[in-house]
């Protein structure tokens, strides 16, 4: 006999067939995320191979292979272990740093314009370097300590001008891009009263390259980069509930602020070391969020393929710059932003068709 508590329990069809209809499409989200993780890792890989067997000692695919399996001779390990992989390796974690602290800027702003290089952010870490390079004669890693003071300090002054009562996303957005050029007009100030060797050491860091990012700099930048992916997970999964508003957040127990600002110094100390590792290279921020949300249709889940985007974009164009015309070196800073100033453009006039009644 069946008693009333026990029909009670019993789910009611309707809401079966929605807690089925979630579970599902959670289902298609985890296979489509592991297809899109699984297609940019082995494109990272395959790019990564190229790196390794181009230049002006080439080796051979196979050859490659074996000496990452340590079966290589001396040379090819010198060629392999101490000149390239360094280079593709610095150019995967701060290209995954870029693509991360973008996609957090751009989630939890709700602006796809909200781009860290675009506010200021690693504008104010290339000005931090450049004034201990032109200003204090500062050298060596040092100077990577000051472009990473001078990001977090750009942004907590935006931080501190945004603040009414609350951070609003607009605001946030407009001072940043107002310190942006702020901060790129005393950099062009530094470099036009340097002295001209100065002025060309200091001038790698307003455009950003991966060539020089190796031993103890490579491996602060792994750890920065495991401990910013950590702080964002921590909150992940509060950029659905913020992008609902700040009352209902309140309503469903998230304290939005404190998760905002949790989320958005993380993504501060993320941009702050990729650039105190290899300067302000361009546009990867935002342009590798905009590739993730295209393949992956969830807020939490397209963090984590905006990280593979912006390392895959990152290397590949750190290839190109290398590799595509022979007899021309550029540095990956350059390469991004000749891709990313038509994306851009293109951004800008989409949003202004959008806006149009």
Known sequence: MTT?????????????AVVAAVAGVRARNRRRLGVVLGAGLAL???IAVIALSSG???LSPDRVIATLLGQGERTEQLVVFTLRLPRILAAVLVGAAFGLAGAVFQSVLRNPLASPDILGVSTGASLGAVWAILGLGIT???????????????????????WRQGLHGIRFVLVGVGLAYVCASL???????ADVRQAQTALLWTVGSVSDVRGDELGLLAAGLVLGCLLVALSARGIA???????RAASLGMRANANRGLLLLSAVLLIALGTSAAGPIAFVALIAPAI?????DDGSAALTASAVSGAALTLG??????FAMPGLTAPVGIVTGLIGAPYLLWLLSRSERKSRP
Do not use: H, M
């Open 4 to 16: 009333t508590t026990d029909a009670a329990k019993r789910p009611i069809p309707a809401e079966s």
């Open 44 to 46: 990272i890989l395959v």
């Open 56 to 58: 002006a000692a080439s």
């Open 140 to 162: 060596g890693a040092a100077v990577a300590g000051f472009a990473l003071a001078g990001g977090l300090a750009v942004a907590a002054i935006i931080w501190a001008s945004a």
């Open 187 to 193: 950099i062009a100030w530094l470099l036009a009263r």
């Open 241 to 247: 509930v913020l992008g609902l508003g700040d009352e």
């Open 292 to 296: 993730a949300r295209r393949l992956v």
């Open 317 to 322: 164009a750190d290839v190109l710059g290398q």
